[in-house]
């Protein structure tokens, strides 16, 4: 029960996060809606096709096919200040990444998948979602662009094997994984950690040139 | 042997948009025959990927393949009107994305997918393929520019899910759904028909930036 | 044995590819390794979902992993010129194509592919790995830009399925199928070989517009 909350206010958070993306581009209602289903449930589509549990779960889910459709719309409709909004979302969307980590190592691993592609699995479902939705949306993904994303991803994927193969896995220590990666992911953005970029390069990966006024 | 012409029919519209769109964007006829491919069996391949029937059915069709490239081939080398072209083109795909709708979603049904995973499918089979083939070239996919692309299909797949539920659904029915996602996604198209778009944005998706002389 | 380093080797050089372009693009370190990974073993992935073999096999190969690992975190923070560099990746891509290639449309007709399914899963893998390489970093993919990227792994996919097919294929045949792709992609380049382009068209894809200083 608190597993499947969890699960749907992570499907839920990554839905806001597309389709307030949908919205700041200047899409209508029905990409924001699309965008919102992208990011909520593509990590999972992602996972499970991997894993081969077709059709994919999610896609079969009334209430997480509802929750990312409502969380759609709100982003769209929503008058709240965006960047208080935007700061929720970043909470909101570093949970979700916990969550969706953890869910995906543990089903690798109880379908029987071997150890290094749980990891894998823990990793795509936790980035999935947000790397359809940007690539869709004409962007390069965050993954690429900001290394505190990826590596609590990756950091709780190997705990949750490790912990696993220990036989160590119960579902409190599942929760205290995805808390660790919502903090480190949180703490990466606050205080701009990153490792050693080259130093030849640009510092940033470049934004998109502005759009014609 | 009607829903076999059907479709080959929908994989050589969808080809010929893929085909067209490479040319206009200065590829060779390499590139224009792998989008028209992309174009013209993406959305099948995803529909079988998603229903874990592998390997896909249309890689190993001759006459879809065969379609598809041959539909490569000449929209590359046409030289008739383009604008002309590009209505036919738009009359064709809305056939192409009514057909694809019916089938992907009658499919996921006769495989035993549950109903809402099955309204996915005819959404995704319909779609697929137009956006593996704008990301591919660097677009931003139509169906997030342009609402009256995805709504008719959606329409579409849930009245053969509706229909197959009640037992109803037959060859005829299909044939009148897949119509009916034609006609409206024409009309929509033609009447500029959209959804409340959010004000404080500009009003259409911005256009690539022109490309230096 | 000869297969397995081959392999290897293909998987190293493709990821070589990853880390250089991510370095280029001023990514750091971390999106280096996600390129590498992503560029290395995506080819594989992807064929291994086409032909339900889930999940997929090099996922959970510590060799493969580790190759692609280690060959970003070397493009990152090698020193060496790099025209120097690029052409030596340009030769060991080519090698990489090759091997592939082969390996893809193998796998597939050993797990009872239909031929015409064969080629496209050859075609697949070859180029699967740079082409979400390419689109994740916001590229068009090579394989859109330079015909003789694909081609020559057409050709050479279509030649492992016909010497399938006349029980003709033997290990030795498979590495001189993958050396042929290799020369005639190496050629191709070196040349700058190219099918006719349509002459109202510009010459060339055009490049990204500079980035703002």
């Known amino acids: 029960m608190v597993v499947e909350v969890a699960e749907l206010l992570g499907v839920t958070v990554f839905a806001l996060s597309g389709g307030l993306l949908a919205a700041r581009r200047g899409m209508d209602l029905f ?3 699309v965008l919102a289903l992208v990011a909520g449930l593509g990590g999972g589509t992602i996972r499970d096709v991997l894993l081969g ?4 779960a999610n896609l079969s889910d009334a209430w997480a096919v509802g929750c990312a459709v409502g969380a759609g719309v709100v982003a769209f409709y929503q008058d709240l200040g965006l960047a208080r909004f935007r700061r929720a979302v970043l909470v909101l969307d570093a949970g979700g ?3 969706f980590t953890v869910n995906g190592a543990v089903t690798a691993l109880s379908l ?3 150890p290094m592609a749980a990891v894998f699995l823990g990793l795509l479902t936790g980035i999935g979602g947000g790397v359809l939705r940007d690539v869709l949306s004409g ?3 965050v993954v690429l662009q900001d290394d505190i994303y990826a ?3 990756l950091a709780g994927s190997v705990l949750v ?3 696993w193969q220990a036989d160590a896995f119960t579902p409190v220590a599942g929760v205290l994984v995805a808390v660790l990666v919502f903090a480190l992911r949180l703490l990466g953005r606050m205080r701009r950690w ?3 970029r080259t130093p030849s390069q640009p510092p940033a990966w470049p934004e998109r040139p502005p759009r014609p006024a």
């Open 31 to 33: 990409g924001a809606v």
């Open 53 to 56: 549990a077709v059709p994919p």
């Open 97 to 99: 990444l916990g969550l």
């Open 112 to 114: 029987g998948a071997p």
């Open 139 to 141: 962007q390069v993904p």
């Open 151 to 153: 590596l609590p991803c």
């Open 161 to 163: 094997v490790l912990l």
């Open 194 to 196: 990153h490792l050693r």
